[in-house]
C-alpha cells in the first residue's frame, strides 16, 4: 500500500511558479513509477507529467518546457516545478504511484488546488 500526499498548491498570478511536492509512504519508492494529472472545474482528469523509476520523464504538450517533474528517492518525494503558469493551468493536481512493472496508476492523492489569475 503507498499513501501519497501533495502540497505546494496555491494562488499565483499569471507568469509565476509554483512548485508541488508529493510525499509517499513506503520502503519501495523508488520501485515505483509516479505521475501528476490534473483536472480542472468540468473537465476530465488529464496527464500532466510522469517520471519513471529510473528518472525517466515525459510531459503533456501543453507544460512542455514549462513544468519539470523530478524525483528524491531517499525523501521518497516528488517534484512538479511549474514555471510560465498560465490561467488555463488551473486545475486540482492529483499525484498518482504505480509499481514499475503494472500499467496503470493504483494509488492517488488526495489532490492540491493551483489557481492561475490572469
Known amino acids: 500500500q503507498v499513501q501519497l500526499v501533495e502540497s505546494g498548491g496555491g494562488l499565483v498570478q499569471a507568469g509565476g511558479s509554483l512548485r508541488l511536492s508529493c510525499a509517499a509512504s513506503?520502503?519501495?519508492?523508488?520501485?515505483?513509477?509516479m505521475g501528476w494529472f490534473r483536472q480542472a472545474p468540468g473537465k476530465e482528469r488529464e496527464f500532466v507529467s510522469a517520471?519513471?523509476?529510473?528518472?525517466?520523464?515525459n510531459y503533456a504538450d501543453s507544460v512542455k518546457g514549462r513544468f519539470t517533474f523530478s524525483r528524491d528517492n531517499a525523501k521518497n518525494t516528488v517534484y512538479l516545478q511549474m514555471n510560465s503558469l498560465k490561467p488555463e493551468d488551473t486545475a486540482v493536481y492529483y499525484c498518482a504511484a504505480k509499481h514499475r512493472i503494472t500499467a496503470t496508476y493504483a494509488y492517488w492523492g488526495q489532490g492540491t488546488q493551483v489557481t492561475v489569475s490572469s
Open positions: 517520471i519513471t523509476w529510473n528518472g525517466n520523464t
Open positions: 513506503g520502503r519501495t519508492f523508488s520501485s515505483y513509477d
